[in-house]
């Protein structure tokens, strides 16, 4: 479950990525979708990359640390696995909207209730079925 072979991450650079990713989300229900493959790519960069290798992580990170309002450290695992799910609910909401068809709202609304749940509260949705699979099914080791 715990990912020690990359860098912990900053609980309030996540939750400034959560804020931007709703705000985006809520953009694009608004009436403009079109920065919905902006998502895709945060999350396909932070989620298969690493934190690290996404340059907007760097720059809050930067910004946040030199504020002194960066936060605890946490484990990257499970939050790389809920930016896994922000690159396929942010395909699937593109692929759908420059499809024509209307359904691109489901996963933007979905992104939009649970990047709130992330940056109001610290709650990941992702990182708890990150934790809860894990639970049921440990990865054999050796």
């Known amino acids: ?10 609980a309030n650079v996540v939750r400034l990525e959560a804020f931007i990713t709703f ?3 809520l953009i694009a229900l608004l ?4 920065l919905l493959p902006l998502l895709a790519l945060m999350g396909f960069m932070r989620g298969f990359l690493g934190h690290y290798k996404c340059p907007s992580h760097r720059l809050f990170t930067k910004i946040l640390t030199g504020m002194n309002l960066a936060g ?3 484990n990257a695992g499970a939050k790389m696995f809920a930016n896994k799910i922000l690159f396929i609910a942010a395909t699937i ?10 359904l691109w709202k489901v996963p933007a609304t979905a992104l939009v209730i649970f990047s709130t749940l992330e940056w109001a509260f610290s709650f990941c949705a992702a990182c708890w079925a990150y934790g ?6 440990p990865p054999k080791m050796g």
Do not use: T
């Not at 479950?1 to 900053?10: K, S």
């Not at 009436?31 to 079109?34: C, T």
């Not at 809860?132 to 099914?137: A, E, P, Q, T, V």
């Open 93 to 102: 909401a593109s692929i759908l909207f420059y499809s024509g068809n209307d």
């Open 23 to 25: 705000v985006v989300c």
């Open 1 to 10: 479950m715990l990912r020690f072979d990359i860098p912990p991450v900053n």
């Open 132 to 137: 809860f699979w894990y639970k049921f099914f």
């Open 72 to 74: 605890k450290k946490e």
């Open 31 to 34: 009436g403009f979708p079109h």
